[in-house]
């Protein structure tokens, strides 16, 4: 497997974590990130 596209593919599903439990505070700051 493609070290990149393994370390993409647990950027987003970290993301996906943060973002179904985040508020609409960290929502934003993710977005500017």
Same mark, same amino acid.
């Given at each position: #497997?493609?070290? @990149?596209? &393994?370390?993409? +593919?647990?950027?987003?599903?970290? %993301? +996906? &974590? +943060?973002? %179904? ?7 934003? +700051? #993710?977005? @500017?990130?």
């Amino acid at each position: #497997m493609n070290p @990149m596209l &393994a370390l993409r +593919q647990y950027q987003k599903i970290g %993301s +996906q &974590a +943060q973002t %179904s439990e985040a508020s609409p505070h960290r929502l934003v +700051q #993710m977005l @500017m990130e």
